[in-house]
């Protein structure tokens, strides 16, 4: 079953837009690879990027990389909170002149709804020891580390990350290890011990913390700005440097509209059954199971507004996506087996419509099947929802209008609602 991207509708204010990320899968070994033939400082650089999390599984996730895997070397990547345990911390290392340098934060980065800011900085010339490397998350610099941090004697220069034999890694290393979500506005800053002021601020009506247009920095030799505008050619520089990235295992679908100021709902990898498998940034869900329920929810809810969401069903007897209502606020949703739930539900697979409550499924309504395109609509503020397919809703609904609407809910949906989905 695929789940299309569900758009969150409630979006953080800001006054610059990005339109675009670049979705890195895992399974396909996706990678961005550039910057060879040129040398650029090796004292001072900054790398800022937004990061939003795909599998999140306990495996260890590079972010970005360079060297030659042994005794040069410089990356950051999500590390593995230990057997079984989901990826938790982040780290940021360098090896240079025959010794490691590294910060590592043991903090929870597990949240698949979110869209984090990272900034890393070398600054080696920096006359504070503590000073010399440093990492930001959404504006806050992280001081608190798991592991005894070790900094760089002063002026010591980096002979991975801005050395010209050397490759910039963007999502793996050394063909290991591959990142696995988005990434957006991927910024190196040659030259410069940049702050996050340079790429973000804090929004004074949310108290959040949004991107800022950023294009306008001094890139220096070996500096990039890859923001994936181009689905075609998502490893082009947009520095003015032409310091273009080679892809492999990224297709122009890759080049998706999650992004940080347009950030979309998908399914949760860390609140769903065991036999649901969840690839392609966490929107198309595969069970192993046999002739049993397995199921897995959104990432969002919302207890307000219009949303909106599309999915295709692909394979098995059935598979079901709908809305589903919360407890109460207490961020779980109540399972089919209590008779009280109140939902809507969209099977598809046997050929039939719709469910609303916990009634039998109504054929007439939207019939739909394998391959087809089925569309939800719902306006939690007036307890209405449309379902549709292939483009055209049921009953010559318009949910823009609020008029013919395929079903409504009860007052019991005054709590919240999430995306949900299921097989058997």
Same mark, same amino acid.
């Not at 790429?199 to 009506?205: A, D, I, R």
């Not at 969401?309 to 606020?329: C, F, L, N, Q, R």
């Given at each position: 079953m695929t789940m299309f991207a569900s758009q969150w509708l409630a979006n953080p204010d800001t006054g610059y837009e990005i339109d675009q990320s670049i979705r890195f899968n895992e399974d396909d070994s996706a990678k961005l690879t550039g910057g060879t033939g040129q040398t650029g400082d090796g004292t001072q650089w900054t790398i800022s990027m937004w990061i939003k999390r795909g599998a999140i599984d306990g495996g260890n996730k590079t972010i970005w990389s360079a060297g030659d895997g042994s005794n040069k070397r410089a990356l950051s990547r999500f590390v593995s909170g230990g057997s079984g345990q989901v990826s938790e911390d982040i780290s940021f290392s360098?090896?240079?002149?025959?010794?490691?340098? &590294?910060?590592?934060?043991?903090?929870?980065?597990?949240?698949?709804?979110?869209? %984090?800011?990272?900034?890393?900085?070398?600054?080696?010339?920096?006359?504070?020891?503590?000073?010399?490397?440093?990492?930001?998350?959404?504006? &806050?610099?992280?001081?608190?580390?798991?592991?005894?941090? =070790? %900094?760089?004697?002063?002026?010591t220069a980096t002979d991975s990350w801005n050395n010209s034999s050397y490759a910039h890694q963007i999502g793996f290393e050394n063909n290991t290890r591959f990142f696995d979500g988005y990434l957006a506005e991927i910024y190196h800053i040659d030259g410069q011990a940049l702050t996050?002021? =340079?790429?973000? &601020?804090? +929004?004074?009506?949310?108290?959040?913390?949004?991107?800022?247009?950023?294009?306008?920095l001094t890139f220096g030799t070996r500096g990039f700005y890859l923001k994936g505008e181009d689905s075609s050619d998502l490893g082009n520089d947009?520095?003015? +440097?032409g310091n273009d990235f080679t892809s492999s295992g990224l297709a122009a679908a890759d080049q998706v509209s999650d992004s940080p100021t347009d950030n979309f709902c998908v399914m949760s990898p860390i609140d769903k059954s065991s036999a649901i498998t969840l690839t392609d940034g966490n929107l198309i869900a595969t069970n192993s199971g046999t002739n049993s329920w397995n199921h897995g929810r959104g990432t969002m809810f919302a207890s307000s507004g219009k949303w909106y969401? &599309?999915?295709?069903?692909?394979?098995?007897? %059935?598979?079901?996506?709908?809305?589903?209502?919360?407890?109460?606020?207490n961020d779980h949703v109540e399972e089919e087996s209590d008779p009280d739930t109140t939902y809507y539900r969209g099977v598809g697979a046997a050929g039939r419509g719709v469910v609303i409550g916990d009634g039998s499924p109504d054929t007439g309504p939207a019939n739909f099947s394998n391959g087809d395109v089925v569309m939800m609509a719902i306006d939690v503020d007036t307890m209405k929802f449309w379902v549709g397919v292939n483009g055209t809703w049921y009953n010559s609904g318009d949910p823009a209008a609020g008029s013919n609407a395929t079903g409504t809910w009860s007052a019991r949906l005054g709590y919240a609602i999430a995306p949900w989905y299921g097989c058997f």
């Open positions: 360098v090896r240079t002149g025959g010794s490691w340098y &590294e910060l590592n934060v043991h903090q929870s980065f597990v949240d698949p709804s979110a869209w %984090y800011h990272f900034v890393w900085v070398w600054d080696s010339d920096n006359g504070t020891a503590a000073d010399r490397m440093r990492i930001y998350v959404n504006g &806050e610099r992280l001081t608190s580390f798991s592991n005894t941090p =070790s %900094y760089p004697a002063s002026g996050p002021a =340079s790429f973000g &601020e804090t +929004n004074s009506g949310t108290g959040q913390w949004v991107p800022i247009d950023a294009s306008d947009s520095s003015g +440097n969401y &599309e999915w295709t069903p692909t394979a098995g007897s %059935y598979a079901e996506a709908g809305w589903m209502t919360d407890v109460g606020g």
